[in-house]
């Protein structure tokens, strides 16, 4: 999945496949997740936040399926 950069004190990167509703985010800290069941509109916001971390941790986890990718 190509993932694009953002301006982020805890992300890298994010990417997005609206086909399998599968997200994929790259944290600052070295790892990388892919998150399951994610609807487009939760990728859109997470595009627009101001405080992309912020979003993350209210909208994203601990709602959505998730793997660790390997690295």
Known sequence: MERTPVASSSLVSVGYSPEVS??????RHGAS?????????IFD????????????????KGVYPFRLLPA
Do not use: D, R, W
């Not at 599968?22 to 944290?27: G, K, P, R, S």
């Open 45 to 60: 916001g997470l595009l627009v936040a101001t405080s992309k971390g912020a979003y993350f941790n209210e909208h994203i």
């Open 33 to 41: 997740y892919q998150y399951f069941a994610v609807p487009q509109h």
């Open 22 to 27: 599968t997200l994929e985010i790259e944290f």
